[in-house]
């Protein structure tokens, strides 16, 4: 008997979207050069924010002004990496839960998103007394740096899965 994640797996994997992205020559390349531009989109105004908080960029610019500049794309871009990124695992689901780049990229995924929580819960709930400072304190300057790493990480692993998932075919 299939667990209901078994199950929901399969319903994606077995899907009419799923098998037309597989069959179809363009359509699974098309969705990754999407992915692929909404991660650079993410990674790249994610890191905006992040050196201005490590106090290497945008330094006459306080941290809130550039935050309400910035988050709207980065959420944006977040929407179609997701979306896009569901497609293509729907196309090989299977494959791709089997691929430890692809559960580490998620579990990254998942560290990053904690990262910004507490950022936004404990680092940032004082920042009108430190956002004009060129150098913020401490604790936003590791926040700023691991999601730095987080990010890059990110990006590594999804590399890393594309390498592998053509030793998985």
Known sequence: MMSLF???????????IAD???ENDLLFPLIESVHVVAICLVVGSILVLDLRLLGFASLDRPVGRLTSAVLPLT???FIVAACSGFLLFMSHATKYLANGY???KMALIGAAGLNMIVF?????????????RRLPPPRVRVAGALSVL???AVVACGRWIGFTMEELQ
């Open 75 to 77: 959420w944006s871009a």
């Open 102 to 104: 692809f559960i580490t």
């Open 150 to 152: 987080l990010w890059i």
């Open 6 to 16: 078994q199950q929901l797996i399969a319903f994606f994997e077995d899907s009419s």
């Open 120 to 132: 936004h819960a404990v680092a940032a709930r004082d920042l009108p007394k430190w956002e004009a």
């Open 20 to 22: 037309a992205i597989r």
